[in-house]
């Protein structure tokens, strides 16, 4: 199963969404690889990904679990900062991809069932339930209650930088998830997926899992030279004369580059 095909060949985003319509490969490139590795054929147990704001992060973990409890059947769960957040979420974001995205809409027969009670074995406020039997349990780190009592396959961590340290006086919330994961993780079948911006330097909780991880980054292409750059502050310029706006300096050939040639740039770009 390819987490990348399926979302090429799957997703759609409402109306609302800055790019409505089926989901683009070339709109965000660096997101392709880290869908093809989050998906359940890559063997890897764990994703980190380390990003900046409004980056795409939350769509990687909305079509991993959209489609992955559907395609491969079993438990999940999501956990944000705080309760409140997951059920933010839910509102902003996946009920709108579950509904724009065909295969999974419970209102075209798709994989997701629709928000009712625990009577009618349908989807709840705290709870996402598939057709095939896979579901997916929401939690917050600030409430220890959420974390208990449950053997999780698929993990998601959201804004990992927002945990407390402590829930609730029962331990660190995000221990409190991984522990979860035990069962399925002494067979190899378990798979953490962490998204979160960094916050403060020494203490951020995703740069350490970053730091133990193969480390890659995403190099953009300068499109005069092919070199290929991770760039820094340094290679911010200002222009000497108006309009005075920003541009980068590829570091190699000296070539500028402003903010109209990025996506140019991530296309022609690499994971090093």
Same mark, same amino acid.
């Given at each position: 199963f390819d987490l990348l095909e399926w979302t090429k060949s799957n997703r759609k985003f409402d109306d609302t969404s800055s790019n409505p319509g089926e989901y683009d490969p070339g709109t965000a490139p660096y997101l392709n690889e880290i869908l093809r590795l989050s998906s359940p054929s890559s063997g890897r147990e764990e994703v980190s990904i380390i990003k900046c704001a409004q980056s795409g992060g939350t769509v990687v973990l909305e079509s991993f679990f959209g489609?992955?409890?559907? %395609? *491969?059947?079993?438990?999940?769960? @999501? *956990?944000h900062p705080t309760v409140k957040?997951?059920?933010?979420?839910?509102?902003?974001?996946?009920?709108? !991809? *579950? /509904?724009?995205t065909d295969c999974l809409s419970p209102d075209k027969g798709g994989q997701v069932l629709g928000r009712t009670d625990k009577a009618s074995g349908g989807s709840t406020a705290d709870r996402i339930r598939f057709?095939?039997? #896979?579901?997916?349990?929401?939690? #917050?780190?600030?409430?220890? %209650?959420?974390?208990?009592? $449950?053997?999780?396959r698929y993990m998601g961590l959201d804004d990992l930088d927002g945990f407390e340290d402590d829930a609730d006086k029962e #331990?660190?919330?995000?221990?409190?998830?991984?522990?979860?994961? $035990?069962? /399925?993780?002494?067979? #190899?079948?378990? @798979?953490? !997926?962490? *998204?979160?911006?960094?916050?403060?330097?020494?203490?951020?909780?995703? !740069? $350490?899992? /970053?730091?133990?991880?193969?480390?890659?980054?995403?190099?953009?292409?300068?499109?005069?030279?092919?070199?290929l750059t991770d760039f820094d502050w340094e290679d911010v310029k200002k222009a000497e004369g108006p309009p005075w706006k920003s541009h980068v300096v590829c570091p190699s050939c000296g070539g500028p580059h402003t903010h109209s040639d990025k996506n140019a740039m991530q296309r022609a770009g690499a994971w090093i």
């Open positions: 489609a992955v409890p559907h %395609a *491969v059947p079993g438990p999940g769960m @999501i *956990v957040a997951f059920k933010d979420w839910c509102d902003e974001k996946w009920w709108p !991809m *579950v /509904y724009a057709a095939r039997g #896979g579901w997916i349990a929401g939690a #917050g780190a600030n409430s220890a %209650a959420t974390l208990r009592q $449950k053997s999780i #331990g660190d919330p995000e221990n409190l998830a991984h522990q979860r994961t $035990k069962t /399925y993780r002494r067979r #190899g079948l378990a @798979i953490t !997926m962490r *998204v979160s911006t960094p916050l403060l330097e020494g203490s951020s909780r995703i !740069m $350490k899992h /970053y730091a133990r991880s193969d480390r890659r980054r995403f190099y953009h292409a300068c499109l005069q030279c092919g070199a």
